[in-house]
């Protein structure tokens, strides 16, 4: 018969199976489609604050952690941190020939990141292939979670707003 080691070993199998299948079908239940982004997106423009930030946590393309200061709309502060001790202003690209240029950071603000998810819809349009997940705040439609998975890459990011009132 069975040792006691090997019906353990089955029974760890089994429960890790039905874990992962609970994971997919949980997942499953978010894909990224046009009208659940044009939802999300018109809670936004009705319950979404003007003034925030944003923690933004991306995984594989463009990896690392962003800092984002949004104003009355406007990205006031938007910076990279590749480590603890550095950061990276995303708002200020110094050319080779020692030129400055002010960029505006609106693709770092909620619907900037709206874009984002509309450009990964086209791309599922235009025939690439991909399994998505994607949660959206219920309160004002920020995006809280994203992961997707094509056959040549992987990429999720994690956000976290938080409210700012203004004076």
């Known amino acids: 018969m069975f040792s ?5 070993a089955i029974a760890l199998g089994l429960a890790i199976f039905a874990v992962s299948i609970g994971i997919i079908w949980y997942r499953s239940r978010y ?6 982004l044009d939802q ?3 809670l936004w423009r009705e ?4 003034s925030y930030n944003l923690l933004i946590t991306i995984e594989g393309r463009m990896p690392g952690t962003y800092w984002v200061e949004v104003r009355k709309g406007q ?16 708002l200020t690209v110094v050319l080779p020939d ?4 002010r960029r505006d950071g609106l693709e ?5 990141l709206f874009d984002w998810l509309e450009r990964d819809l086209e791309r599922d349009r235009a025939g690439t292939s991909s399994y998505t997940y994607l949660r959206f ?3 004002d439609g920020h995006p809280i979670e994203y992961v997707r998975s094509e056959s040549s890459q992987r990429y999720r990011f994690h956000v976290q707003l938080f409210l700012v009132h203004d004076e």
């Open 40 to 42: 999300a997106r018109q």
């Open 31 to 36: 894909p990224l489609s046009a009208t659940r």
């Open 75 to 90: 990205v006031v502060r938007a910076v990279q941190r590749p480590s603890q001790h550095q950061e990276v202003d995303l």
């Open 4 to 8: 006691r080691r090997t019906g353990l």
């Open 108 to 112: 770092w603000t909620v619907p900037g």
């Open 47 to 50: 319950h979404g604050p003007v």
């Open 98 to 101: 020692g030129r400055v240029l």
């Open 137 to 139: 705040d219920p309160r």
